[in-house]
Nanobody, 123 residues
Framework: QLQASGGGLVRAGGSLRLSCAAS????????MGWFRQAPGKEREFVAG????????SYAEPVKGRFTISRDNTKNTVYLQMNSLKPEDTATYYC??????????????????WGQGTQVTVSS
């Protein structure tokens, strides 16, 4: 089970940190990803991190502004979001993928999903 939290309403230029706590799985065996979905749009990859945290991947729109990290002792993955823009407004989902060592950007390849947390950025 994945439980995402940390969303909210923030002004453009502000920051938020999302957390995703995992339970019932061997956390360090999973690649973790963050995705987002805005109304009327498809779910899109935001960031991913390898099992040991040694490798990360980011979507181009968030590079340099967002940072993904994980703490395997706490079974938690984080997404630090800085310099937020109105176009970052979406529901953010965390996801876990068990078969690969490298980060995948394809949502269908993830095995487990959190419930989503809403991020709204006002202009």
């Amino acid at each position: 089970q994945l439980q995402a939290s940390g969303g909210g309403l923030v002004r453009a230029g502000g920051s938020l940190r999302l957390s995703c706590a995992a339970s019932g799985l061997t956390f360090n065996k999973y690649v973790m990803g963050w995705f987002r979905q805005a109304p009327g749009k498809e779910r899109e990859f935001v960031a991913g991190i390898s099992r040991n945290g040694g490798s990360t991947s980011y979507a181009e729109p968030v590079k340099g502004r967002f940072t993904i990290s994980r703490d395997n002792t706490k079974n938690t993955v984080y997404l630090q979001m800085n310099s937020l823009k109105p176009e970052d407004t979406a529901t953010y989902y965390c996801a876990a993928e068990a078969l690969r060592f490298a980060v995948t950007r394809i949502p269908e390849e993830y095995d487990y999903w959190g419930q989503g947390t809403q991020v709204t950025v006002s202009s």
